[in-house]
């Protein structure tokens, strides 16, 4: 079981950039699922996060900015960032609650994907 992140790169101020997150392995359900980011010198923080019934909350910083969405069918969640600001420049990881078959048994575990950087240009 694992989560793959993508979608990262360099926008300019302004602009728009969408990150992709999808969980492999044997899978049964994607409870919750969210961005997070860790700027240089700073702590990771909370981006987003969804449920797998749709619903959401957001970062004071990223609120009319960014929108975080679930596709439960594709097991992956995605980051639409609009109108990017030089601070929210980042590495962003996903971050899943997820439900998979171990055996013949469900389990519930967090995983983390691997960082995607984000960097915005003033």
């Known amino acids: 079981v694992q989560l793959q992140a993508s979608g990262g790169g360099l926008v300019q101020s302004g602009g728009s950039l969408r990150l992709s997150c999808a969980a492999s392995?044997?899978?049964?359900?994607?409870?919750?699922m969210g961005w997070y980011r860790q700027a240089p010198g700073k702590q990771r923080e909370l981006v987003a996060r969804?449920?797998?019934?749709?619903?959401?909350n957001y970062a004071d910083s990223v609120k009319g900015r960014f929108t975080i969405s679930i596709d439960n069918a594709k097991k992956a969640v995605y980051l639409q960032m609009n109108s990017v600001k030089p601070e929210d420049t980042a590495v962003y990881y996903c971050?899943?609650?997820?439900?998979?078959?171990?055996?013949?048994?469900?389990?519930?575990?967090?995983?983390w994907g691997q960082g995607t950087l984000v960097t915005v240009s003033s």
């Open positions: 969804i449920t797998s019934g749709g619903s959401s």
């Open positions: 971050n899943g609650a997820l439900t998979y078959y171990s055996g013949s048994s469900l389990v519930t575990d967090a995983f």
């Open positions: 392995g044997t899978i049964f359900s994607t409870d919750i």
